[in-house]
């Protein structure tokens, strides 16, 4: 797997995946999602390049698009 241009850690974040639903962070690369999971897990995905948030225990949800905009 590559490494992960950016990690979001310490968050709540609902996945809306029924087999795993919630995660506490999140690893991306060229703007997409690489992988979800725990902190610690997520930290195998990193390089010394790869820019990293902390959440402070805030929640992160799925982007929602409105289709019927007027």
Excluded: C, V, W, Y
Excluded at 12 to 28: D, E, G, K
Excluded at 45 to 59: C, E, G, M, S, V
């Amino acid at each position: 797997m590559p490494p992960a241009d950016l990690l979001l850690t310490n968050g709540h974040l609902l996945t809306l995946s029924n087999s795993h639903p919630r995660a506490t962070a999140m690893a991306i690369q060229n703007g997409k999602i690489l992988a979800i999971g725990n902190d610690r897990e997520l930290e195998n995905l990193t390089t010394p390049q790869t820019q990293r948030i902390n959440l402070q225990n805030k929640t992160l949800t799925p982007g929602f698009i409105d289709s019927h905009i007027h």
